[in-house]
């Protein structure tokens, strides 16, 4: 499965960003779509959003309040807007589903947040 994110960029703190990840399958037959950041220089991705079975969605604590996640089916795109945007929510992004048994990412898109 191909996932392309973008939208990623340069904002300064108290600004908003909204991240895409366009899937090459129907988001409707995938069992669980993920956002996930990892920090330069770092090796673990933390979890920051995700929608299962197309109905439950869960947020980090650190996010909540801050981001959404979305979906567009007929474009079969799923969407992070991030909002009230921190220093330290700088990362690089990545979009991430389990289909058909397999967990599949995309190649990220870093977000920097300036002070």
């Known amino acids: 499965v191909q996932l392309v994110e973008s939208g990623g960029g340069l904002v300064q703190a108290g600004g908003s960003l909204r991240l895409s990840c366009a899937a090459a399958?129907?988001?409707?037959?995938?069992?669980?779509i993920n956002w996930y950041r990892q920090v330069p220089g770092t090796t673990q991705r933390e979890l920051v959003a995700?929608?299962?079975?197309?109905?439950?969605?869960t947020y980090a604590d650190s996010v909540k309040g801050r981001f959404t996640l979305s979906r567009d089916l007929a474009k079969s795109t799923v969407y992070l807007q991030m909002n009230s945007l921190k220093p330290e929510d700088t990362a690089v992004y990545y979009c991430?589903?389990?289909?058909?048994?397999?967990?599949?990412w995309g190649h990220g898109t870093l977000v920097t947040v300036s002070s």
């Open positions: 995700g929608i299962k079975s197309g109905e439950i969605t």
């Open positions: 399958v129907d988001l409707l037959s995938i069992s669980a």
């Open positions: 991430s589903v389990d289909w058909q048994n397999n967990r599949y």
